[in-house]
């Protein structure tokens, strides 16, 4: 019975000591700056096609921006785990949310080798990776769009990264997180990112993929040019079917300006022909190709819906800044990506203010302000209205000249007469 008794204490103590081992058996880390094993992407050389995918690779890397390792916490950046978020709509990697509740602890799981933190498990993995594609983004950010890390601090404060959170939809209070469909997104009002984990095992998680986060951070420089820091609830411009469209576009300039590739989903998603036809230096499509519905059916040149349309705004793009001379193997330069990015941004930021000619109002096709319509290709000349008025405003905000020109002529091509009708040109005819 003493037996019993001593061994019943000592397995209590020895239960104990393992639990509370288990919540405090972190090595401590040292830092700031913090050193972490994370999910990397290997810099494109010069010789490689625009159009080629980025490696990968797991290393060291050291964090600029982050003060807190175990909550994730920087100057910029905090990382929020679980919650649930109640969102009003989701369109494409936009969510429109203003409420969060019923965060979780992190509980980051890592040893300590060398200085070095060495996360324990997926999780762990996948959030410091994570994190550390956002301290890149910080790093480039000024270099690729002109705003600094501090003037976006200003307007938007500390931005928020819920990380796995549950999102319901108000309107029938299915959870998006089950559809599976949403991995990456930004959320304009509240300037904050949704980063989900989960990725099959030969795919690099799009939570980790430096060319996705700079997709999803490029949201949030639209709506700080766009929308001058502040997308408006229920704006019939926003909601327009070619505008979500031009933003998803913008946003696959801002990925490709920082990490030099065109190709942004290969790594992360293989869904059919959705990397291929997102890749926008190599695509052949034109406006008139998905007109007629076309590119909300499958089976076509384009089945991306509303991205379509970014990707014809985002390969005219392209194809000025290459006329243009602009190295498109350099990040940084006075002929460079960040260069050509820079002067896109800058033209953005009064665009929306100098839009006219919009169609009538008795032409919309949509009557909800607060939720956009559903996919509407069919709407051709309704849109090439909606197109016309932004690239008017947009390459008059560029400013008469060689880039004005090249620009005009790229849209010109890619959008032709009834997506760029020739009344809404400027600098080319
Ligand atoms: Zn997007």
Redesign the pocket.
């Known amino acids: 019975m003493v037996q019993k008794k001593k061994f019943f204490k000592l397995f209590i103590i020895c239960t104990l000591f393992v639990f509370i081992n288990n919540c405090t058996n972190q090595d401590k880390a040292p830092g700031p700056p913090y050193t972490a094993e994370v999910l990397q992407m290997n810099s494109m050389t010069s010789t490689q096609k625009r159009s080629e995918a980025p490696t990968f690779k797991f290393d060291k890397a050291t964090f600029t921006w982050l003060q807190d390792l175990n909550s994730l916490n920087g100057n910029y950046f905090n990382f929020v785990f679980g919650g649930i978020l109640k969102a009003s709509y989701v369109s494409?990697?936009?969510v429109s949310a203003k409420s969060f509740e019923q965060s979780k602890d992190l509980n980051l799981r890592y040893n300590v080798k060398n200085g070095v933190v060495v996360p324990k498990d997926y999780s762990t993995l996948a959030m410091l990776s994570s994190y550390y594609q956002f301290d890149v983004v910080a790093n480039n950010i000024q270099t690729m769009t002109g705003y600094s890390m501090d003037s976006i601090f200003s307007k938007y404060g500390k931005i928020r990264i819920f990380f796995e959170p549950k999102i319901i939809l108000e309107s029938d209070g299915s959870t998006i997180q089950s559809s599976g469909k949403l991995n990456a997104a930004y959320v304009p009002g509240a300037h904050q990112f949704i980063m989900f984990q989960r990725s099959n095992l030969e795919n690099i998680p799009l939570a980790a993929n430096l060319q996705v986060i700079a997709?999803?951070f490029g949201?949030s420089i639209w709506e700080l040019a766009f929308d001058n820091g502040s997308t408006p609830d229920c704006d019939r411009l926003n909601q327009e079917y070619v505008i979500r469209g031009l933003n998803?576009g913008f946003?696959d300039m801002n990925s490709y300006t920082l990490t030099g590739s065109t190709n942004i989903l290969q790594n992360s998603i293989d869904f059919g022909n959705g990397g291929t036809q997102r890749n926008f230096s190599t695509i052949t499509f034109t406006y008139d190709n998905i007109t007629g519905g076309v590119a909300d059916s499958s089976n076509s040149t384009c089945e991306q819906s509303f991205y379509c349309i970014g990707t014809l705004f985002a390969n005219a793009l392209f194809n000025a800044q290459k006329n243009l001379g602009y190295d498109q193997t350099s990040l940084s330069g006075s002929l460079a990506r960040g260069a050509f990015m820079t002067l896109v941004t800058n033209a953005i930021k009064t665009t929306k203010s100098n839009m006219s000619n919009l169609p009538s109002s008795s032409l919309i096709k949509f009557y909800d302000y607060c939720k956009p319509s559903p996919g509407d290709s069919n709407n051709s000349d309704y849109n090439g209205l909606i197109l016309g008025s932004f690239f008017n405003s947009f390459l008059t905000q560029i400013g008469s000249g060689a880039t004005q020109t090249q620009i005009c002529t790229q849209l010109k091509a890619n959008f032709g007469s009834v997506g760029f009708p020739s009344t809404y040109r400027v600098g080319c005819t």
């Open positions: 494409g990697s936009i997709h999803e949201h998803e946003a």
